[in-house]
T-cell receptor, first 113, second 111 residues
Framework: DVKVTQSSRYLVKRTGEKVFLECVQD?????MFWYRQDPGLGLRLIYF???????EKGDIPEGYSVSREKKERFSLILESASTNQTSMYLCASSRAGGEYEQYFGPGTRLTVT | GENVEQHPSTLSVQEGDSAVIKCTYSDSASNYFPWYKQELGKGPQLIIDIRSNVGEKKDQRIAVTLNKTAKHFSLHITETQPEDSAVYFCAANAAGNKLTFGGGTRVLVKP
C-alpha cells in the first residue's frame, strides 16, 4: 500500500518561529510537492521537487523554502512564521512527468498565533 | 499559467440523485485532467482522470466528460450515496510536472 506520511497532524507555533514540516514517501517517486489548502482557494502549489536537491517555485512560494536531501524526504520550511501562514499543508508525491496520479499525505494543520 | 475554475462551490443532493461538478481551464496545452476526492481528515485521493485524446470515461457510478474545444470538463456521480459526501477537486496539468487545482466543491448527500 502506497504511503505518504507527514510529521505532524496538528502544529501550533508562535509568530516569528522557524517551522519545519516533514514529508516522507515510500514509493520511490521522483516528484514531491507541497500545497497549501484554504477554504474556497483549492490546493495551491508552494514548491515542488523533481529530483534530489532540485526544486521549483510554485504559485505561492513567498515566505517558504524547501529542502530535498534524500529522494524519499521533502521538507517545507517557514523561516519566520506569520499568522497569514495559518493553514492546512498537504504533501504529495508522483512518478516523473505531469500525467501521473499524485498521492497525498493526511495533511498538517498549522496554526500560527 | 494555467487557471482552473470549478463550480459549484457547494452541492446538496438527495440520496439516489445525480451530482454534476463543472470545471473550466485556460491553457489549451493541458492534456491531463484528474479528479480528486477529499474525505474529512484525509488527503485528496484520485477517483478518476481523463486524457485529452478521449471525450468521456466511466468507472461504475462516476464519469468524466471533456470538451477540449470549449476547455471544460465535468464530473458526474449517479445514484449518489452518503459515502459520496466529501470535497471534490478538479485539476489540469500545467507546464512541467505540475497540476493546477480548482477551488473545490463540497458535496453533501442527504439520506
Amino acid at each position: 500500500d502506497v504511503k505518504v506520511t507527514q510529521s505532524s497532524r496538528y502544529l501550533v507555533k508562535r509568530t516569528g518561529e522557524k517551522v519545519f514540516l516533514e514529508c516522507v514517501q515510500d514509493m520511490d517517486h521522483e516528484n514531491m510537492f507541497w500545497y497549501r489548502q484554504d477554504p474556497g482557494l483549492g490546493l495551491r502549489l508552494i514548491y515542488f521537487s523533481y529530483d534530489v536537491k532540485m526544486k521549483e517555485k510554485g504559485d505561492i512560494p513567498e515566505g517558504y523554502s524547501v529542502s530535498r536531501e534524500k529522494k524519499e524526504r521533502f521538507s517545507l520550511i517557514l523561516e519566520s512564521a506569520s499568522t497569514n501562514q495559518t493553514s492546512m499543508y498537504l504533501c504529495a508525491s508522483s512518478r516523473a512527468g505531469g500525467e501521473y496520479e499524485q498521492y497525498f499525505g493526511p495533511g498538517t494543520r498549522l496554526t500560527v498565533t | 499559467g494555467e487557471n482552473v475554475e470549478q463550480h459549484p462551490s457547494t452541492l446538496s443532493v438527495q440520496e439516489g440523485d445525480s451530482a454534476v461538478i463543472k470545471c473550466t481551464y485556460s491553457d489549451s496545452a493541458s492534456n491531463y485532467f484528474p479528479w480528486y476526492k477529499q474525505e474529512l481528515g484525509k488527503g485528496p485521493q484520485l477517483i478518476i482522470d481523463i486524457r485529452s485524446n478521449v471525450g468521456e470515461k466511466k468507472d461504475q457510478r462516476i464519469a468524466v466528460t471533456l470538451n477540449k474545444t470549449a476547455k471544460h470538463f465535468s464530473l458526474h456521480i449517479t445514484e449518489t450515496q452518503p459515502e459520496d459526501s466529501a470535497v471534490y477537486f478538479c485539476a489540469a496539468n500545467a507546464a512541467g510536472n505540475k497540476l493546477t487545482f480548482g477551488g473545490g466543491t463540497r458535496v453533501l448527500v442527504k439520506p
